[in-house]
C-alpha cells in the first residue's frame, strides 16, 4: 500500500513540474483569457526629433513602459517642429508628416521631448515630459474599459494598398461624441540621431520606433455615431491607404483610436501589425 501511494504521488509532482508557466507573465493582445473581456489601454504620443538631444530619454521611457506593460502601451512618435527639420549631410532625412504638424500646432507643442497620454490632463497638465508618462498611464490602466477594439489588416498587391477593418464593441453606455483615427507607424528605422549624453552626440545608426507615418483619415478621424446601440453592439469600419514601397510592412503597425471630441480624450487604442 505504501509503494502505491508514493508512485500516485511521484506522478502528481512530475505533472505539476511539467505544468510550470515561466515568467515574464505579459499581455500580448487585447483581451483577456476570456475570449469576451477586453482591456483598457494606453496611447502615449510622443514628440520628438532627430536633432533633439534629449529626445533619446523619452524614447528610452517608451521602451521602459512597454517591457513593463507590454501591449496595453500603444506609443506614436511624432516628428516635428524644429528639431525635426532635416539638415545635410549628418541629417539628410525629413521624417515629418502633415498629420504630425496639425497635431502638434493644434495642442500647442513647443518643448522637446514632451508628451500627451491618452490626451488627458494629469496633475494639471497635458502636455507633460517623460518623467511622469508611467505615473500618468497607471492610473489609466485602472480603469475598465468603455469601447472594445479590434484590426484586422490586408494587403491589396493589385494596387499596392493596405486596408484595415476596425471594429467597436461597445462596453459601457456612452454619450459623447467621438471620432475614430486611424495612424500608420514604423519600427526600426535606422537613422541619425542626437543624443546630449553621448560625446560626440551624433549617433548615425540610431534605431528610431513608433515612428508617425500617414493617416488613414486624416489627423482628426471619422465620426463614429454611437445612437441607438446598446452594450455588446459593434460598429465596424473600413480604411484603404496607398502604401509607400519606402515603408517596411514587417515593421509597419496599424493604430486605431476613440477620442471624445468634447475635450479630445482618448477612450481605448489598438493596435496591429501588417504582417
Same mark, same amino acid.
Given at each position: 500500500?505504501?509503494?502505491?501511494?508514493?508512485?500516485?504521488?511521484?506522478?502528481?509532482?512530475?505533472? #505539476?513540474?511539467?505544468?510550470?508557466?515561466?515568467?515574464?507573465?505579459?499581455?500580448?493582445?487585447?483581451?483577456?483569457?476570456?475570449?469576451? @473581456?477586453?482591456?483598457?489601454? @494606453?496611447?502615449?504620443?510622443?514628440?520628438?526629433?532627430?536633432?533633439?538631444?534629449?529626445?533619446?530619454?523619452?524614447?528610452?521611457?517608451?521602451?521602459? *513602459?512597454?517591457? @513593463?506593460?507590454?501591449?496595453?502601451?500603444?506609443?506614436?512618435?511624432?516628428?516635428?517642429?524644429?528639431?525635426?527639420?532635416?539638415?545635410?549631410?549628418?541629417?539628410?532625412?525629413?521624417?515629418?508628416?502633415?498629420?504630425?504638424?496639425?497635431?502638434?500646432?493644434?495642442?500647442?507643442?513647443?518643448?522637446?521631448?514632451?508628451?500627451?497620454?491618452?490626451?488627458?490632463?494629469?496633475?494639471?497638465?497635458?502636455?507633460?515630459?517623460?518623467?511622469?508618462?508611467?505615473?500618468?498611464?497607471?492610473?489609466? *490602466?485602472?480603469?475598465?474599459?468603455?469601447?472594445?477594439?479590434?484590426?484586422?489588416?490586408?494587403?491589396?498587391?493589385?494596387?499596392?494598398?493596405?486596408?484595415?477593418?476596425?471594429?467597436?464593441?461597445?462596453?459601457?453606455?456612452?454619450?459623447?461624441?467621438?471620432? *475614430?483615427?486611424?495612424?500608420?507607424?514604423?519600427?526600426?528605422?535606422?537613422?541619425?540621431?542626437?543624443?546630449?549624453?553621448?560625446?560626440?552626440? *551624433?549617433?548615425?545608426?540610431?534605431?528610431?520606433?513608433?515612428?508617425?507615418?500617414?493617416?488613414?483619415?486624416?489627423?482628426?478621424?471619422?465620426?463614429?455615431?454611437?445612437?441607438?446601440?446598446? #452594450?455588446?453592439?459593434?460598429?465596424?469600419?473600413?480604411?484603404?491607404?496607398?502604401?509607400?514601397?519606402?515603408?517596411?510592412?514587417?515593421?509597419?503597425?496599424?493604430?486605431?483610436?476613440?477620442?471624445?471630441?468634447?475635450?479630445?480624450?482618448?477612450?481605448?487604442?489598438?493596435?496591429?501589425?501588417?504582417?
Amino acid at each position: 500500500m505504501m509503494k502505491v501511494s508514493f508512485f500516485f504521488v511521484s506522478l502528481l509532482f512530475i505533472f #505539476i513540474a511539467c505544468d510550470k508557466i515561466e515568467p515574464p507573465f505579459k499581455q500580448q493582445n487585447n483581451i483577456t483569457n476570456d475570449t469576451n @473581456v477586453f482591456i483598457q489601454k @494606453v496611447l502615449i504620443e510622443d514628440f520628438t526629433g532627430h536633432r533633439c538631444g534629449n529626445c533619446p530619454r523619452a524614447h528610452e521611457k517608451l521602451r521602459d *513602459l512597454k517591457n @513593463v506593460y507590454g501591449s496595453k502601451i500603444v506609443a506614436i512618435s511624432i516628428h516635428s517642429g524644429f528639431f525635426a527639420m532635416p539638415l545635410p549631410p549628418s541629417y539628410p532625412a525629413d521624417y515629418r508628416t502633415p498629420e504630425g504638424d496639425e497635431i502638434t500646432n493644434t495642442f500647442g507643442i513647443t518643448q522637446y521631448p514632451s508628451g500627451m497620454v491618452n490626451r488627458k490632463i494629469y496633475n494639471g497638465n497635458l502636455i507633460m515630459s517623460h518623467d511622469s508618462w508611467a505615473e500618468a498611464a497607471n492610473a489609466i *490602466l485602472q480603469q475598465q474599459p468603455s469601447i472594445g477594439m479590434s484590426i484586422q489588416n490586408s494587403f491589396q498587391q493589385s494596387n499596392n494598398t493596405i486596408t484595415s477593418i476596425v471594429t467597436l464593441t461597445l462596453l459601457q453606455e456612452l454619450s459623447v461624441p467621438m471620432k *475614430l483615427c486611424i495612424f500608420l507607424t514604423e519600427d526600426s528605422i535606422i537613422s541619425p540621431q542626437t543624443d546630449y549624453s553621448l560625446n560626440p552626440n *551624433l549617433i548615425p545608426n540610431y534605431v528610431h520606433m513608433h515612428m508617425l507615418r500617414k493617416s488613414f483619415n486624416g489627423a482628426w478621424g471619422t465620426e463614429i455615431n454611437l445612437t441607438n446601440k446598446n #452594450i455588446g453592439d459593434t460598429i465596424k469600419r473600413s480604411f484603404s491607404l496607398p502604401w509607400n514601397n519606402n515603408w517596411k510592412k514587417q515593421h509597419a503597425h496599424v493604430i486605431a483610436f476613440v477620442y471624445n471630441t468634447d475635450n479630445n480624450e482618448v477612450i481605448q487604442v489598438e493596435e496591429k501589425s501588417v504582417e
